[in-house]
DNA sequence: GCACTGACGCGGG
DNA sequence: TCCCGCGCCAGTG
């Protein structure tokens, strides 16, 4: 491993806005690995990335919920969403957010700036 | 080292 | 647009 994408990856969580949903494979790009979608999946799940990671905000790509694993009760990460003000709509496949109006839209800026950030933490 | 797993995603039909 | 199959790759036993 030329870096710790986990260390990159709670800094990228913990980065997404009060209110916004990110998508597994928006974190593994912004973490420099693009295919590692899975792997955010496996840090979040457990809590692997430490106890302050909002990971409530992060769901597929289609903006589908994970669903109960890693929270208290099934409906639990629909509630905290709902309560940043985010619409969760319900679909036959789980609960959904809508990415267009309630996603986080990385700016290229924000990009580069995480560049930064892991160049200069050596991550 | 091997096989299997999984909070995933894309491309083809 | 919706499915479905396959690719992906670190962890785990």
């Known amino acids: 491993m030329s870096f710790d994408f986990y260390k990159r990856a709670a800094i990228v969580c913990r980065a997404i806005p009060y209110g916004k ?3 597994y494979r928006q974190i593994a790009l912004l973490c420099g690995k693009p295919k590692n979608a ?4 496996y840090a979040l799940n457990r809590n692997r990335l430490g106890d302050d990671i909002p990971a409530y905000r992060v769901v597929n ?3 589908i919920l994970s669903g109960a694993a890693a929270f208290d009760t099934a409906d639990m990460q629909k509630l905290l969403l709902e ?3 985010v619409e969760v709509s319900f679909t036959p496949d789980g609960w959904q957010v809508d990415l267009k109006k309630d996603g986080w839209h990385n700016t290229m800026e924000e990009a580069l700036r995480f560049q930064e950030i892991f160049k200069v933490q050596d991550i």
Not at 38 to 41: A, T
């Open 38 to 41: 899975r792997q955010v999946g």
């Open 83 to 85: 309560n940043e003000g």
């Open 21 to 23: 949903a990110a998508t």
């Open 61 to 63: 790509a289609r903006g």
